[in-house]
DNA sequence: TTGAAAGCGGTACCAA
DNA sequence: TTGGTACCGCTTTCAA
């Protein structure tokens, strides 16, 4: 069956077909094999300089782009990273780190993909992202059990990475540990003299999975001593803010581990607003070390993450699709420094 | 050639290859087209339901996922939309924006992807995303010439549509009206009786892509007036704020449009630090609206952004899709307001 | 140096 | 109701 060239349509621009390999070799006079020597340069095949010629020629005056689906196809693999879109507002942090991962990976040659529809259920969200064949994965813990790895690499995922702070079972694990943060932030209010410690526990979905090991490490920074966490939720609205603000006083504490920077800010505004001293009445410490804190007066006290470079974590991704039968490797990627400032 | 099924490795555990829908007709006894019939619900063709049984059955034993490429080649056609992971440090804005967005088009079937690898030059950006045969594409218009667009649209790509200040041909175009920014902050300060206004531009690369209109809209503004509008380079440090702060007195300034709130907040502080008054000796204004402009002292006067719905956006990729032969559209996406506050 | 042809994994037409 | 089969676009072996 011949292929229809262009509908005979006089007036109208003709809605040309998407030009092939086998349309680039028609125009050149040669075969698609050729086509698909001269276009990729194989090295084991040499084709003469004036067919070569010919045939970009004709690529050229078609605009012909290969079928990226189609190679891949024939190829039995790809080169494709997957990651999945964020689910939580991705701060300037994690938007610089995951910027530098992407030109890292690409260097390597590989082609990054965000995969930007969240799947209702875990394991069809696996299945989702096995169906583009990904060489690698790098995901969320909170996004990926143990049986939605088990897909991945049934579907030939060679690499499958989870970020966060517990390991997934047959994934290599990035471990962000989110704990040591809020233990950090805490053992440091706690060094200073504090006693009774608030800690912020935002009321956004989507952050829990950053919240929650933070209290936790918060909790488990006081075991055993005189000291007491209390939770206090924070929507991130000023009024919010005023609320918990208002009855401060009758909170009875002495400090406040903010959750991250820009809570910390939001309710330093607020209790200062009260008539309340920083860190007189209230010491307060934020964490992900952002620019604000800085220029906070009173100067905000964080906690500083050291994220890995892109290129190393890169280099990692690299060696575990190189060596998809390796054991599963589990890295620290999260190191938590305290920087004291003037507000704790 | 037949594939060898299982490498002999005596303990290790086979890597099973990747299971076909052959796997899955040869399991489930029937043919690999009864298997699609199954698995993709025709509705034109009954299956009797003990098949349909076996069928799933088998499938789930085999953890059969569908390949995305395979299909696609077949159909000739995808559901993927495709944009490149911006080349900015997105802001709280934009990443609300893309959520949305993605979270839209999933609802209406489609796939989002960020494709995360920038090309060196615009033309091969565009061959690049050629080679997945995105069934649409949105994309700044500062990544994507007319070529570009052409290029696109001849391998596939149903619609394009391009975010950016100018249109591009044959692209849809949703113009963020940057220059409208500035134009609205500099007449604010104008109104306010400000005739010496400076300008900030971030150093920072990639978001020349704003700066340059905004400042545009700032010179528009002060057009035919008494008005000067002056240049005002800053990185986003400390010190080189503090250095523009410095040297405030000999420029003879008394406003600043400090291109966005996070640029305002750390010049104000700088600003305050060397003992000026604001408004008094400068008024300050930011853009974009941000949380943190409400929480300073004096609260932070604005441009507050309106981003189209995501739902909006989502039918508009639709319906462009639906009739890729409609000639290009132009639609006006940033809705921009002056909101005073006590900085100006 | 070039061409013919098989086959990657699905889908859908036609026949049984 | 089910099976056989052609075909989507590309790569690669084998022959010429």
Redesign the pocket.
């Known amino acids: 069956?011949v292929?229809i060239p262009n509908p005979p349509s006089p007036d109208s621009p003709a809605p040309r077909s998407?030009p092939?390999?086998?349309d680039v070799a028609r125009l050149a006079?040669?075969?698609?094999?050729?086509?698909?020597?001269v276009?990729?340069n194989?090295g084991?095949?040499?084709?003469?300089e004036p067919?070569r010629r010919r045939v970009h020629e004709a690529a050229r005056e078609l605009g012909y782009v290969?079928?990226a689906a189609?190679?891949s196809?024939?190829?039995?693999h790809s080169r494709m990273v997957l990651m999945p879109t964020p689910s939580f507002p991705a701060g300037p942090l994690y938007t610089r780190f995951l910027g530098e991962l992407q030109w890292a990976l690409g260097r390597l040659d590989y082609t990054v993909v965000q995969y930007g529809t969240a799947a209702p259920h875990e394991e069809d969200a696996a299945r989702a992202w096995a169906e583009l064949r990904p060489v690698a994965v790098l995901a969320p813990a909170s996004d990926l059990g143990p049986r939605g790895v088990d897909v991945l690499k049934r579907s030939g995922a060679r690499a499958v990475l989870t970020l966060g702070p517990e390991p997934v079972d047959g994934a290599h694990a990035l471990l962000t540990d989110q704990e040591g943060v809020g233990r950090g932030a805490t053992r440091h209010l706690y060094d200073r003299g504090r006693r009774s410690i608030g800690v912020v526990v935002p009321a956004e979905s989507g952050l829990d999975v950053f919240s929650a090991p933070r209290l936790a490490g918060a909790r488990h920074a006081v075991e055993g001593t005189d000291a007491t966490v209390t939770v206090l939720p924070l929507a991130y609205e000023e009024q919010d803010a005023a609320r918990l603000a208002a009855r401060w006083g009758s909170l009875g504490l002495d400090a406040v581990f903010a959750y991250n920077d820009e809570y910390a800010m939001l309710l330093m505004r607020a209790l200062q607003d009260e008539g309340l001293d920083i860190p007189g009445d209230a010491a307060v410490i934020g964490a992900d070390d952002l620019m604000l804190g800085r220029l906070l007066r009173p100067r905000l006290s964080t906690v500083h993450l050291e994220l890995p470079a892109g290129r190393d974590l890169a280099a990692l991704v690299d060696r575990a699709v190189h060596d998809p039968g390796a054991p599963p490797e589990r890295h620290k990627v999260l190191g938590a420094t305290v920087v004291h400032r003037e507000s704790s």
Chains 1, 2 share one sequence.
């Open positions: 069956m292929q998407v092939t390999s086998a006079g040669v075969s698609r094999a050729t086509v698909s020597y276009l990729n194989t084991a095949v040499r084709i003469s067919t290969p079928h189609a190679r196809l024939r190829a039995g």
